[in-house]
């Protein structure tokens, strides 16, 4: 059974930083697409940042233009987590975070594709960030 499980989320002032983790356990494959996700009441679910988890896609990363030079998604294969750093922090990244992992054999071509929660199979319970002013 697939499991993810996140955690780091907080309280923050603006300009201020935190790093999420999600621990991935069960995935009986490799390599895959991995991914950040938020949402924000009464918004819908936005993709932040997604790597090739593994090694072997050869550093596929996306981001979000929301966070280009802020958020840095990266992965520790030996302890089979995802991390996701978030500095400059702005109240309007106030959000409940996912972590996502697609299926394998999921081919994310450009950013529009793998920014996409309909490309992911499994998702963590979340984590929320609130970044007051």
């Known amino acids: 059974q697939v499991r993810l499980v996140e955690s780091g989320g907080g309280s923050v002032q603006a300009g201020g930083s935190l790093r999420l983790s999600c621990v991935v356990s069960?995935?009986?494959?490799?390599?895959?697409?991995m991914a950040w996700f938020r949402q924000a009441p009464g918004k819908e679910r936005e993709g932040v940042a997604v790597i090739y988890f593994g090694g072997g896609g050869g550093g596929i990363v996306y981001y979000a233009d929301s966070a280009k030079g802020r958020f840095t998604i990266s992965q520790d294969n030996a302890k089979n987590t995802l991390y996701l750093q978030m500095n400059s922090l702005k109240p309007e990244d106030t959000a409940m975070y996912y972590c996502a992992a697609a299926s394998p054999g999921v081919y994310l071509p450009n950013s529009a594709t793998a920014l996409s929660p309909y490309r992911y199979t499994y998702w963590g319970q979340g984590t929320q960030v609130t970044v007051s002013s």
């Open positions: 069960g995935y009986p494959y490799r390599n895959y697409y």
